[in-house]
């Protein structure tokens, strides 16, 4: 967690400039990035590490019910919420003291039942949505995956490692990475890049945390892309579902997420003026996330990202989606 000294000092962390020139010197995108996580010293920075990874990955996560199937329509909000919940708190207990110590354990406890009901049924697939053609039916399973792809970036912040997930152990052409499904003349060069980039920021992060360049607040803070170039891909490839995720999951979730991508601001406030709302948010009780449909949870949540502190119903568990 940022200490309160920290705290003075995070308006004055690494210049952009000074950032990107520090990447491109180092350009540690030839390594595994298995092996760099593993390799770095502190379950903290790891934490981290990962943390990034997944909001790097997290659009994705909208496919992840692709398919007319009856089981990706019952665990595709659930998984969204409860990955986004353990996103959100784990990057707040980074950033500021006072989140409480089992907040991140009730999201990852919480993210784990729609997982395993989804992950028994993947392997029949095809089996569950053979009511168009195979074309079709690929289409939605690739897209699931990746999406199963991005999500398991979100665990990877709770386990620590990358891992590849057991529908890909047997696919030399398949990469943990591929967290996007993308067709097309350019897909193929397109998902290149998409990896490339993925890898090269994940580098950066373990080269910045190593040298201790940035402190863990600092980075928490900064751009999740350490150059333009990576920035522009993913706002190429990612825009559509961006708008997914601002449609199913509310508008102030996806502005803060696209927040992260660029640094600096939250909640479009300093970072000090937000860090009662964003603390609230992080330590609201096990009961607001899960005692209702997921789609009114996530209505309930998108309030409480912008709405009135002083609000009685602020936080409340029975506020509902109209």
Request: negative net charge; aromatic residues 8%; hydrophobic residues 40%.
């Given at each position: 967690?940022?200490?309160?000294?920290?705290?003075?000092?995070?308006?004055?962390?690494?210049?952009?400039?000074?950032?990107?020139?520090?990447?491109?010197?180092?350009?540690?995108?030839?390594?595994?990035?298995?092996?760099?996580?593993?390799?770095?010293?502190?379950?903290?920075?790891?934490?981290?590490?990962?943390?990034?990874?997944?909001?790097?990955?997290?659009?994705?996560?909208?496919?992840?019910?692709?398919?007319?199937?009856?089981?990706?329509r019952?665990?595709?909000?659930?998984?969204?919420?409860?990955?986004?919940?353990?996103?959100?708190?784990?990057?707040?207990?980074?950033?500021?003291?006072?989140?409480?110590?089992?907040?991140?354990?009730?999201?990852?406890?919480?993210?784990?039942?729609?997982?395993?009901?989804?992950?028994?049924?993947?392997?029949?697939?095809?089996?569950?949505?053979i009511?168009?053609?195979?074309?079709?039916?690929?289409?939605?399973?690739?897209?699931?995956?990746?999406?199963?792809?991005?999500?398991?970036?979100?665990?990877?912040?709770?386990?620590?490692?990358?891992?590849?997930?057991?529908?890909?152990?047997?696919?030399?052409?398949?990469?943990?990475?591929?967290t996007?499904?993308?067709y097309?003349?350019?897909?193929?060069?397109?998902?290149?890049?998409?990896?490339?980039?993925?890898?090269?920021?994940?580098?950066?992060?373990?080269?910045?945390?190593?040298?201790?360049?940035?402190?863990?607040?600092?980075?928490?803070?900064?751009?999740?892309?350490?150059?333009?170039?990576?920035?522009?891909?993913?706002?190429?490839?990612?825009?559509?579902?961006?708008?997914?995720?601002?449609?199913?999951?509310?508008?102030?979730?996806?502005?803060?997420?696209?927040?992260?991508?660029?640094g600096?601001?939250?909640?479009?406030?300093?970072?000090?003026?937000?860090?009662e709302?964003?603390?609230?948010i992080?330590?609201?009780?096990?009961?607001f996330?899960?005692?209702?449909?997921?789609?009114?949870?996530?209505?309930?949540?998108?309030?409480?990202?912008?709405?009135?502190?002083?609000?009685?119903?602020?936080?409340?568990?029975?506020q509902?989606?109209?």
């Amino acid at each position: 967690m940022a200490s309160h000294s920290q705290q003075a000092d995070l308006e004055t962390s690494m210049h952009s400039s000074e950032w990107l020139k520090f990447w491109r010197k180092r350009r540690p995108d030839d390594v595994s990035p298995h092996i760099m996580l593993a390799n770095l010293s502190g379950d903290a920075n790891k934490r981290l590490v990962a943390l990034r990874s997944a909001m790097r990955a997290f659009p994705g996560v909208a496919r992840i019910g692709d398919g007319p199937w009856e089981l990706g329509r019952e665990t595709e909000l659930p998984i969204r919420l409860h990955a986004i919940r353990a996103i959100f708190v784990t990057w707040s207990e980074v950033v500021f003291d006072g989140v409480r110590s089992d907040a991140r354990r009730e999201a990852f406890d919480a993210l784990a039942v729609p997982l395993a009901k989804l992950d028994e049924g993947l392997p029949d697939f095809y089996n569950r949505n053979i009511i168009s053609s195979d074309y079709a039916v690929a289409s939605w399973q690739d897209a699931t995956e990746a999406a199963r792809r991005g999500v398991s970036l979100v665990e990877a912040i709770d386990a620590l490692a990358f891992r590849d997930l057991p529908f890909d152990q047997d696919r030399s052409y398949r990469d943990f990475l591929d967290t996007l499904s993308i067709y097309g003349p350019t897909g193929r060069d397109d998902m290149a890049r998409w990896r490339a980039a993925q890898r090269a920021a994940i580098g950066a992060d373990c080269a910045l945390l190593q040298e201790q360049e940035m402190t863990q607040a600092e980075l928490a803070l900064a751009p999740l892309w350490p150059d333009p170039a990576s920035a522009a891909l993913e706002t190429n490839l990612t825009m559509s579902l961006s708008a997914h995720n601002m449609r199913d999951l509310g508008t102030h979730v996806e502005k803060w997420l696209r927040e992260r991508k660029d640094g600096s601001l939250v909640l479009n406030m300093g970072v000090e003026q937000a860090r009662e709302r964003v603390v609230r948010i992080a330590n609201l009780p096990s009961s607001f996330w899960g005692i209702r449909p997921a789609a009114d949870t996530l209505y309930a949540l998108d309030y409480c990202l912008h709405g009135d502190l002083g609000n009685p119903n602020w936080g409340s568990e029975t506020q509902r989606r109209p």
